[in-house]
C-alpha cells in the first residue's frame, strides 16, 4: 500500500528508560489512516513498551507523538481512548462473573457498572460480536466461554468504541483459526473506513497475510520499516535478530522412541466421543493439535492429572516391570509428570513472588540445608537455567511481572525441567514468545527427547506441530480424528484432518 498524505499518527525519537535499563533509545513510527502496520521485535525489544506509550499507560522520557499533525500528550489509558487510541492485549483481560455485555462496556463510563445496559449498546454489542463469533450470547458470564471467547469478548470491548487506531498486542495468541480469520475480516473492515491498526504477533503467516507495512524494533530502535510488496521473511527475522535464523530450520535429529512410559486408555471427553487409546514413548516428541475447543486442551489435562473423566491414565516403569501407576493431580510430579499450562497469568505465575522463587517453587526442597532454605543454592541452580535458555533479566529478586512473556514463559518452563521429569506436558508453551525464543525451545526439547524425555506439545500453530513433533494427533469432535507422522506429517494433511477431511493425495 502506497502512504497517501499525511500520518494519522506518528512516534518520533521516543526514548524510554526504567532505572538503569533502556527500554527505548530511538524509536520511530509512523501509522497512516487505512494500513496494517505490524511491529515486530523480539521479546525485550521494547514493543511492549512502545505499546503502553501509545496506550497512555507510560510517558516517553524524550521525543514526541503527533496525531493528525498536532503534538499529542497521552496520560492514561483513558486519555488514548478519549483520542480514539484503543488497545488489545494478550493477556486475556475479562471479569468471569460478568456477562458479555457487561464485559464489552466495563469501564465506558468511567465506573464499573452492575446495570444493565442501554438498548443501543446492547445492539453495538451483538453486531461486532457476531461478526467475530457468528453468535451473540451477550448474558452469559464470562467465565463459561471458551478462552478464544473471551478474547473476542477483549476485542469488541474495543471495536464497539470505532477506534481511530486500533493496537492489537498478541491479541491473536488466544484466537482460534476461525476467530482470527474472522478479526482479520473485521481490521480490514476497520481500516476501510480510515482507521489505523498497529498489529502485533510472532506468526508469520499471519504477519504475511495482514499486513501493509511491517516495522522491527531490535534493542529498543528502530531497525527497519518495509511495504508488505517488498518483505521477506528471512529479511524481517534477520533485522529482528541480527543474524539468519530461519523458522523452517529443521529441529528432528533422527532418534528412536523407547518404551512406553504413559498410557491413556478408554479416555472419554464427551457423551457419545470416541474412547481414546495413545501410548507416549520415552524420547519421542508427542503433537496435539486442532480448532479450539476439539477436546486436545481437555486431553492433556487429563494426561497431567488437572482434570478427571471416563478412562484412565498410567504412567509405566520398566524399571519394575513396566508396572502401571494412576496419574492424578497430587501424585503426578512424584511420578515424574510435569505439566506446563497454556494460560500463564491465570495458571502459573505467582505475581507477588520474585523470579527466582516462580522457578524454585516445586523444587525448593532441594535448596534447604536442615530447615533452613539457603537461597545462595537456590540462585546457583537458578543460573544453569538462565544461561541454558538464555533468560533475559534485570535481577533475579526482581518481581516474575517485570520479564517480557517470552522471558516469563522460559523461567515457567525452567521450573519444571528442574524436576527433571520422565514426561513432560507442554500446553501452548510458546504462545506469544518471538522467533528467537521459539527456536531456543525447540533446541531445548529435541535435546531432552535425545535424553530419553517423552515429550508432549500442544500448539495452535500448524507449522509448529510440523517442525517440531515426531507424531501428531488431530482432535476433531472431542476424540483423535487422525493420527499423523513421518511424511503424512505436514501443513496440508494436518488442516485438512482439522475440518474433518483425509488426505486423498500423499504428498512427499
Known amino acids: 500500500m502506497e502512504k497517501r498524505g499525511q500520518p494519522l499518527f506518528q512516534m518520533a525519537k521516543i526514548e524510554k528508560n526504567f532505572g538503569a535499563t533502556r527500554a527505548l533509545v530511538e524509536a520511530n513510527i509512523e501509522l497512516f489512516p487505512g494500513e496494517v502496520h505490524t511491529l515486530l521485535g523480539e521479546n525485550g525489544s521494547g514493543k511492549s513498551t512502545l505499546v503502553k506509550i501509545l496506550g497512555g499507560v507510560h510517558q516517553p522520557d524524550s521525543g514526541k507523538m503527533l496525531l493528525d499533525g498536532a503534538d499529542l500528550t497521552l496520560r492514561s489509558p483513558r486519555g488514548a481512548s478519549h483520542y480514539g487510541i484503543e488497545t488489545v492485549f494478550q493477556e486475556v483481560l475479562t471479569a468471569s462473573h460478568q456477562s458479555v455485555l457487561q464485559n464489552i462496556w466495563l469501564g465506558s463510563d468511567g465506573i464499573f457498572r452492575r446495570r444493565f445496559k442501554t438498548a443501543t449498546q446492547r445492539q453495538q454489542a451483538t453486531e461486532v460480536l457476531e461478526r467475530l463469533l457468528g453468535n451473540a450470547q451477550l448474558d452469559v458470564p464470562a467465565a463459561e466461554l471458551s478462552l478464544s471467547q473471551r478474547q473476542a469478548v477483549s476485542i469488541a470491548r474495543s471495536l464497539v468504541r470505532r ?25 480490514r473492515r476497520l481500516t476501510a473506513q480510515g482507521s489505523a491498526v498497529l498489529f502485533i504477533s510472532h506468526r508469520m503467516d499471519e504477519v504475511a497475510e495482514i499486513s ?44 528412536e522412541p523407547g518404551k512406553v512410559v504413559l498410557q491413556a486408555r478408554d479416555i472419554q471427553l464427551a457423551e457419545q466421543a470416541t474412547k481414546i487409546n495413545v501410548d507416549i514413548r520415552a524420547g519421542e516428541i508427542l503433537g496435539l493439535c486442532g480448532l479450539e475447543g476439539h477436546g486436545q486442551d481437555l486431553f492433556i489435562r487429563r494426561l497431567s492429572g488437572f482434570a478427571g473423566g471416563p478412562g484412565r491414565v498410567s504412567r509405566l516403569e520398566a524399571e519394575q516391570n513396566n508396572s502401571a501407576t494412576p496419574v492424578g493431580r497430587r501424585n503426578a510430579a512424584g ?174
Open 212 to 255: 501493509d507495512r511491517v516495522t522491527v524494533l531490535r534493542s529498543g530502535q528502530t531497525i527497519s520499516t518495509v511495504a508488505k510488496e517488498t518483505m521477506t521473511i528471512s529479511g524481517l527475522i534477520q533485522d529482528m535478530t541480527g543474524s539468519k535464523a530461519s523458522p523452517e530450520e529443521s529441529f528432528k535429529p533422527p532418534r
Open 163 to 187: 477506534p481511530r487506531v486500533l493496537i492489537l498486542d498478541e491479541a491473536t495468541a488466544a484466537l482460534d483459526v476461525q476467530t482470527r480469520d474472522r478479526l482479520f475480516n473485521e481490521i
Open 335 to 508: 511420578l515424574g509428570v510435569a505439566y506446563l499450562p497454556r494460560e500463564r497469568r491465570g495458571e502459573s505465575l505467582f505475581e507477588q513472588m520474585s523470579i527466582q522463587e516462580n522457578f524454585a517453587l516445586p523444587t525448593m526442597r532441594q535448596d534447604k540445608i536442615g530447615p533452613f532454605l539457603s537461597r545462595k543454592r537456590m540462585a546457583a541452580r537458578f543460573r544453569e537455567y538462565i544461561q541454558s535458555l538464555s533468560i533475559k533479566l534485570g535481577s533475579p529478586d526482581d518481581s516474575i511481572t517485570t520479564l517480557s512473556g517470552g522471558n516469563q514463559q522460559k523461567v515457567l518452563l525452567a521450573r519444571w525441567l528442574a524436576t527433571e521429569p520422565s514426561v513432560l506436558l507442554l500446553n501452548d508453551p510458546t504462545r506469544g514468545v518471538d522467533i528467537s525464543t521459539k527456536l531456543e525451545i525447540y533446541r531445548t526439547l529435541q535435546d531432552l527427547a535425545l535424553q530419553g524425555t517423552a515429550i508432549v506439545v500442544l500448539s495452535s500453530e500448524v507449522d509448529e506441530i510440523v517442525q517440531l513433533t515426531d507424531r501428531a494427533l488431530v482432535f476433531r469432535d472431542k476424540t483423535v480424528f487422525a493420527e499423523l507422522a513421518g511424511k503424512d506429517l505436514h501443513q496440508q494433511s494436518i488442516v485438512t484432518a482439522y475440518f474433518g477431511q483425509e488426505m486423498e493425495v500423499q504428498y512427499e
